[in-house]
């Protein structure tokens, strides 16, 4: 019953933005922390942003002062505003939360940068 739905992926040229959306369909109440990760092929998952309750965040280094993170707290979204974007950004960006501290993911969302 807990669903993560990822939308705004694409293919976009290197410097291009996208901005990534993500609604959850569990109750407010228990989320600790939404946020982004992702994979490229052949590689791990790796973390790509957080936000917490009180509004704090973290970026990985890779990301920081290109992507900024949001969220809409009574709808239970998050948004990924992807700037600068380069090919090495390319991957499978999934929807993650935080919920009774145990963590969920989406189905993910492709991001393609091409050079």
């Known amino acids: 019953q807990v669903q993560l739905v990822e939308s705004g992926g694409g293919l976009v040229q290197a410097g291009g933005s996208l901005r990534l959306s993500c609604a959850a369909s569990?109750?407010?109440?228990?989320?600790?922390?939404m946020g982004w990760d992702r994979q490229a092929p052949g590689k791990q998952r790796e973390l790509v942003a957080r936000?917490?309750?009180?509004?704090?965040?973290n970026y990985a280094d890779s990301v920081k002062g290109r992507f900024t993170i949001s969220r809409d707290n009574a709808r239970n979204t998050v948004y990924l505003q992807m700037d600068s974007l380069k090919p090495e950004d390319t991957g499978v960006y999934y929807c993650?939360?935080?919920?009774?501290?145990?963590?969920?993911w989406g189905r993910g969302t492709q991001v393609t940068v091409s050079s």
């Open positions: 993650h939360a935080d919920w009774f501290r145990r963590g969920y």
């Open positions: 569990i109750s407010g109440a228990g989320i600790n922390a």
């Open positions: 936000i917490y309750n009180g509004g704090s965040t």
